[in-house]
């Protein structure tokens, strides 16, 4: 089983519609990154978060460390927001690395 | 502002020739680096990192290596591929000693060994 599941792994919506993807890790972490992939590969860091909630824009990233979950909301989708987004931990003690999960890759439509 | 540059962007290479990629980082100092490989419907994984000048940390028994001859300057290596190193690469970095600070890639490498 791996540290770090992701879910839905694909993900189909219509634009505007209201998204949530989930991410639960089964490790001590010291903080959650989300990253989103872009079809040429480019990774942008969304956002990093070790308690409560964060916004920007339409986007917001919440973690319950007691629960070890964590979701990626997007409010009123938009074509240009398909991609792949990742859930990554930085487990603790361990400085430096980050594990990653596999993705949930998102497509909205029109 | 910091940036990360990455090269070159695609790669094909036949079985048993070597490798380098490259990546640099501007506007920074002391960086933590890291390279990641993506293969083909799986989650990053990271291959090096490293906190300082000829200080490198492998995380996976490979055929590749890496070395950091400059500060800001980080470079993939084999000497002889093989098909399993097919993949996307991916260059990153993060400020020294904060451990809850976000990370930054570059564009990414896609390789493939025929």
């Known amino acids: 089983k791996n540290e770090v599941e992701q879910s839905p792994q694909n993900l189909t919506a219509q634009e505007g519609e209201f998204i949530t993807i989930n991410c639960s890790y089964s490790?001590?972490?010291?903080?959650l990154h989300w990253l989103q992939q872009h079809p040429g590969g480019g990774i942008v860091s969304l956002f990093m978060?070790?308690?409560g909630k964060k916004k920007h824009g339409r986007l917001i990233a919440t973690i319950n460390i007691q629960e070890k979950h964590s979701s990626l909301h997007i409010t009123a989708s938009h074509p240009r927001d398909s991609a792949v987004y990742i859930c990554a931990v930085r487990v603790s003690g361990t400085a430096s690395k980050l594990t990653f999960g596999t993705g949930t890759r998102l497509q909205v439509t029109l | 502002s910091q940036t990360i540059h990455q090269w070159p962007a695609t790669l094909v290479q036949p079985v048993g020739s070597p490798l380098s990629l490259e990546c640099t980082v501007e506007?920074?100092?002391?960086?933590?680096l890291y390279w990641y490989r993506q293969a083909a419907g799986r989650g990053l994984q990271l291959l090096f990192y490293?906190?300082?000048?000829?200080?490198i940390s492998s995380e996976v028994p490979q055929n590749l290596s890496a070395s950091r001859p400059q500060d800001r300057q980080f470079i993939l290596s084999s000497k002889k591929l093989l098909l399993s190193d097919s993949g996307f690469y991916l260059c990153a970095w993060s400020p020294l000693d904060r451990d809850n600070s976000p990370l930054h890639f570059g564009n990414g490498t896609r390789l493939t060994v025929t």
């Open positions: 506007g920074t100092s002391n960086p933590n």
């Open positions: 978060l070790s308690s």
């Open positions: 490293s906190v300082g000048i000829g200080q």
């Open positions: 490790v001590g972490i010291s903080a």
